[in-house]
């Protein structure tokens, strides 16, 4: 590991503790040339899969576009980086178990349904995106949905 204030090549970890409810590994290292400490973070790489688009194509599941998406709907919403980051965690594990490609819409589904047990302002705003309401009777329809419970 490269040390980020000087950029000797040589660094020895100090401390190792688990993370993310054991999904990762947080490791405190010091640099053996400026003796400088510093984090990182160790994780199995779960999110190596194709999403299928709806027009047929295939690209590499890039998790930024995803969370991208997510914070727009979540934009001026009391929504933490860590409850956003332990979503996508659960929801990438379960989609690279799925298999080598995933269907877009299963992405959008199972992100709208884990936002709303986060905030359902940013639920709404985040289907109102995905399911491309055409008029406001169908966005009433999805509102009603959450008054019903």
Not at 72 to 88: F, G, N, Y
Request: glycine content about 6%.
């Amino acid at each position: 590991m490269i040390c980020p204030k000087c950029k000797h090549k040589s660094t020895s970890v100090v401390d190792s503790r688990e993370a993310s409810e054991g999904r990762s590994i947080r490791r405190r290292r010091e640099c053996e040339g400026c003796e400088h400490r510093f984090t990182t973070f160790e994780k199995v790489e779960t999110a190596n899969f194709l999403v299928i688009k709806k027009d047929g194509s295939r690209e590499g599941y890039d998790r930024s576009k995803v969370d991208r998406g997510i914070w727009k709907a979540c934009e001026k919403r009391p929504v933490t980086q860590d409850q956003i980051s332990a979503m996508l965690d659960r929801l990438e594990e379960a989609w690279s178990s799925s298999g080598k490609e995933v269907p877009g819409d299963i992405i959008g589904r199972d992100v709208m349904h884990a936002l709303k047990m986060i905030d359902e302002v940013s639920y709404i705003r985040f289907a109102s995106v995905y399911r491309q309401f055409k008029d406001v009777e169908s966005f009433k329809q999805e509102l009603q949905k959450l008054l019903d419970r």
